[in-house]
């Protein structure tokens, strides 16, 4: 899969709803900017302009909109190793990991 997204401008990531999806993380973890609709997990992770497009309206019309500005806008617009070195920090298992932890504590306090 890393060898596709490499290879790829975007990965267009049309669903209407979905928390945390795999195929955007790792999408991401390759430098591969990701277009989606603006909602769900995709908001919380993807930064408009800086590591992909958020689409504000839910039609087929918005998101080819999208496409179109990302194919025939600058080659450079997006810096891959910025995408990918933020996703490396972002989904760091052991970031994961001791966020868990602090979750479990304060539950446990309780």
Known sequence: MNDLFN???ATILPSREDNLPNVMVESLLAGTPVISFQNGGMVEVIQHER??????????STLAQAIDDL???PA????????ADRALTL??????????IRLFKSLLKK
């Open 76 to 83: 450079d617009r997006f810096d891959r190793a910025e995408i």
């Open 71 to 73: 194919v025939n806008g």
């Open 91 to 100: 989904f760091d298992p052991k970031r994961q990991a001791a966020g868990y």
């Open 51 to 60: 590591n992909g497009l958020l689409v504000n309206e839910m039609t087929a």
């Open 7 to 9: 290879v790829s401008d």
